[in-house]
């Protein structure tokens, strides 16, 4: 088969594929199905993609940095047996609630808090909205206000660390887990005073249905405070002993695991059976996201042998085009990308094909510094895709708790907040310190 067939092939993958995922074909199997075909008609002969059946799971997941992914979930899990959730709520509530908005600005505060235990978006939002919807109507939140605003806060799962996707990019990318991690913390910071900004706006609208919760004196709030020592003493451990280099980010992993796990059996939510839920959930997430991995690696081998990055490569250098209008390209194409598709999906799709053609170009930034720098605009566009119509995943995740309210209302509502991650973008694009501060200080 000529040069040009396989270009053909590998282009109209795309289509295919979003086609498959259209269908609801999971994203795993949709990418595996189509780099499956791609190589056989390249090739016309399903060996080589047999063979690599052969190799690439093995390859691919026995992976020692892999390892930290089951041991976050299941961090994550323990973290929502032990009520940090209902803490850090009250915790915030105490501090912000009695402010216009203030119960809303504590929602997001939590889930700030709460997300730095977890590592993922979507138990972050369906944690929180079990805990907050119901003090939000309390207070007179309408029902797209109350889920937009989960849905928003329920993106910090994972972009505060310690953060699963940025594990992922790390690994892609071959960057350095703990300084990701350490870059992500400003952004994390702006991302919620800009959520908060937003919630203050929109409840100027309408003042008078919205209450605020009493005032609690400093003794109520040092109290409060002192039931989310956990919390605190978790992210200081593992995020602290991954900067200070005292363990490696898979021990840290497994130390906050079984910390979470000690706090939860010590709020006697900890048993035999919610052990085994745990345990079950944990796997079931950590099956889905090596799945999608597979399924990624195979369409990416098939995209390599179509010659597409390649010819992508080419089209860049002749096309003229400054290095930032790339890279703008680049994030709209992310920003497109994550209407429609889930946001590992598209880390594991995008970032082996576009990143080794943007870090060589001349940003102004050493080459380890673009790889952090890249990694966390990565991952806010893809969180802007969390609270996106007409997928948005979180919205969905609030939406099943709160079936009264619908989807329609939901989207209008979050659509500020989506307006506050478009500027934090902007603002990191223009500020490259912003992101590299903290790592040009502290490494």
Known sequence: ???????????????????????????????????????????????????????????????????????????????????????????????????????????????????????????????????????????????????????????????????????????????????????????GLLAMFGYMLTVSILVRRNPGAIKASPKADWSARLSALGTIWPVLSIFLVVVGGIYTGLFTPTEAAAIGAAATGLVALKAGRLNRSTL?????????????????????????????????PQLLAEFVAQSGLSPWQLLFLVLALFLALGCVMESLSIILLTVPLLFPILSGLDFGLPASDFGLWFGILVLIVVEIGLITPPVGLNLFVINRLAPDVSLKDTFRAVLPFVVSDLVRVCLLVLFPSLSLAFVWLFF
């Open 1 to 187: 088969m000529t040069g040009l067939d396989a270009l053909q092939i590998g282009l109209w993958s795309f289509p295919v594929l979003l086609g498959l995922i259209a269908l609801r074909v999971p994203i795993g199997l949709a990418m595996l199905c189509t780099g499956f075909a791609g190589s056989y008609l390249i090739n016309q002969s399903p060996l080589m993609a047999l063979a690599q059946l052969k190799t690439m799971p093995y390859g691919s997941f026995s992976s020692y940095s892999l390892s930290i992914l089951p041991l976050f979930l299941l961090m994550g899990q323990f973290a929502s047996l032990g009520g940090m959730s209902r803490a850090l709520m009250q915790a915030a509530e105490s501090f912000v609630g009695h402010r216009r908005g203030g119960i809303a600005m504590a929602v997001i505060a939590a889930s700030g808090g709460f997300g730095a235990i977890c590592g993922s978006s979507l138990a972050t939002a369906a944690t929180m909205g079990q805990v907050a919807l119901p003090e939000m109507r309390k207070y007179g939140y309408e029902g797209g206000l109350a889920s937009a605003t989960l849905a928003a806060g329920g993106t910090l799962g994972i972009l505060i660390p310690p953060s699963v996707i940025l594990v992922i990019y790390a690994i892609l990318a071959e960057q350095n887990i703990a300084k990701l991690f350490v870059a992500a913390i400003i952004p």
């Open 276 to 308: 085994l839920a745990a345990i079950t959930s944990t796997a079931s997430a950590s099956a889905m996201v090596f799945f999608i991995i597979l399924g990624a690696g195979f369409y990416n081998g098939f995209l390599a042998l179509s010659g597409l």
